[in-house]
């Protein structure tokens, strides 16, 4: 009696300390009948089902499982009844609350001896059904999945090329966009082509340097380069790339980037021929206009000027005329027409230097930046010394007309606009350059204002340097509040 006793005891205790387990555990823990209906649920698995303990025993566990899960459920349990070893699977819970919870089941089959009474009968079959709630960890990797189908989605259809290579060049991995301005199919240029054999071979030897200086650390930014595509057509593109390293700082591939510029480099070419068409337009009417200008300057000088030379010979055979009988009021009216005649040559003599100085054609720009210093000096007051010599052999008539009038516009804006009391013209050779240069000691200006004209003054100076690029050269300002200007001129012999 006493052994019955203590065997009553220990099994009371094994049992309170098997409830008092399943209580504590995380898990749920489910024991079903032969026939799946619940026998014993922990308050977990309650907690799982959204149903209190009480109303889970003697329930189907089907009828806790969705719709969907419900096969699942019973392939399981038809496994274990079949086999002795336990399996896992995934199931969807559908509690009372409504909600619906993810949880992975693990199911194992267990023949429970039958109570004394039945000694002679077979063991009862259970299932041992442990649940562990997957809901936030399958809602994690469902937004990891995600996220990482959206990236691949980005990747694959970019409006860019993406592209990776291993330590050889080999290409180990290419998005789709750049598969399809290249025209060729995966499966021929993944880990079978080394990026090199994508470019022409007057291509290679610059691509190669920069990927040898990004093994070494370098970032390559916006590689100018050519592609080859699969029917031998090239493109233009744009590479940029950074080396992705091991722990120990050793290149183990390239992440890069490539943009089709071919319809840039296309704007940028008309852009360049449209400057180029209006820089010979504008030569043009520069020399149409200095062609114009000597054209002008001989009809003075051949019409006018004989004109009024005939007045003044004239003007003088009536003055000798009357000289034996002098009339004070006739004679007094031709010796104001002799000085009209006069003033009126001084005149146009100065329109026709203005507007095509003989000397410029006659004895070359050195001696017609002189003349003109002069005649400026007289005229503003500002003292002008010219300061060097011709190129030998001389500049094309042209290019001498087009520095004559920067000169011109130059020293204009000295009187109008720097205050100076003297400027100097410089004319030199270096190497295979010549050089003019008009500098002043004036009160200067901001020369980073020279983008935006807003006065005569800076248009004006643009006129000038477009004078200077229609004609191949060049031309430079230096200017400072205070310091004066240097406007120079760089032609080629």
Request: one cysteine or more; glycine letters at 6%; proline letters at 4%.
């Amino acid at each position: 009696m006493q052994a019955q006793l203590m065997s009553t005891a220990v099994r009371d205790d094994g049992v309170e300390r098997y409830e008092s387990l399943c209580a504590f555990l995380p898990w749920g823990i489910l024991v079903l009948d032969d026939e799946g209906r619940i026998d014993e649920a922990n308050p977990a698995a309650a907690r799982l089902l959204a149903t209190p303990g009480n109303l889970l025993r003697g329930a189907a566990l089907r009828a806790c499982v969705a719709e969907a899960s419900v096969g699942a459920l019973l392939d399981a349990l038809a496994h274990c009844r079949r086999s002795a070893t336990a399996i896992d699977v995934a199931l969807a819970l559908s509690g009372r609350d409504g909600r619906q919870r993810h949880v992975r089941a693990h199911v194992q089959a267990h023949r429970q001896a039958r109570p004394q009474a039945h000694d002679d009968a077979a063991p009862a079959l259970q299932y041992r059904v442990a649940l562990l709630d997957v809901t936030d960890a399958r809602q994690a990797h469902l937004a990891l999945r995600n996220l990482a189908d959206e990236m691949h989605d980005l990747y694959q259809n970019a409006p860019c090329g993406y592209h990776s290579v291993d330590p050889d060049g080999v290409v180990i991995q290419i998005n789709d966009t750049e598969l399809r301005w290249l025209g060729y199919p995966r499966e021929e240029v993944v880990r079978r082509m080394r990026l090199a054999d994508l470019l022409p071979p007057q291509g290679r030897t610059e691509f190669e340097a920069a990927f040898l200086a990004l093994k070494r650390g370098a970032r390559v930014r916006d590689l100018q380069l050519e592609m080859r595509r699969r029917d031998g057509s090239t493109f233009p593109v744009l590479l940029s790339a950074t080396a992705v390293l091991d722990a120990s700082d050793q290149f183990l591939r390239s992440r890069a980037s490539v943009f089709d510029i071919s319809r840039r480099r296309h704007a940028e070419d008309e852009a360049r021929g449209y400057a180029q068409r209006l820089k010979a337009m504008s030569q043009r009417a520069v020399e149409a206009q200095e062609a114009e200008r000597r054209r002008i300057a001989h009809e003075l000088h051949d019409s006018l000027g004989q004109t009024l030379t005939a007045l003044n010979i004239n003007l003088n055979i009536i003055k000798g005329r009357l000289a034996p009988a002098p009339d004070a009021v006739a004679g007094s009216r031709i010796d104001d027409s002799l000085k009209l005649v006069e003033a009126a040559v001084d005149n146009m003599r100065r329109v026709i230097a203005d507007l095509r100085p003989a000397v410029l054609d006659d004895y070359g720009l050195a001696a017609a930046l002189r003349w003109y210093a002069e005649q400026f000096s007289a005229r503003t007051g500002v003292a002008v010394r010219v300061v060097g010599h011709d190129p030998q052999p001389r500049l094309a008539s042209k290019v001498e007309a087009t520095l004559f009038r920067i000169a011109q516009e130059s020293l204009t804006n000295v009187a109008k606009h720097a205050a100076a009391r003297e400027a100097r013209v410089l004319l030199g050779t270096r190497d295979d350059r010549f050089f003019l240069s008009v500098v002043d000691d004036g009160c200067g200006f901001d020369a980073t204002r020279l983008g935006c004209p807003q006065n005569d003054h800076g248009w004006g100076l643009m006129i000038m340097r477009e004078r200077a690029e229609a004609d191949g050269g060049e031309l430079h300002v230096d200017s400072a509040p205070g310091q004066g200007t240097r406007v120079v001129i760089e032609m080629g012999l």
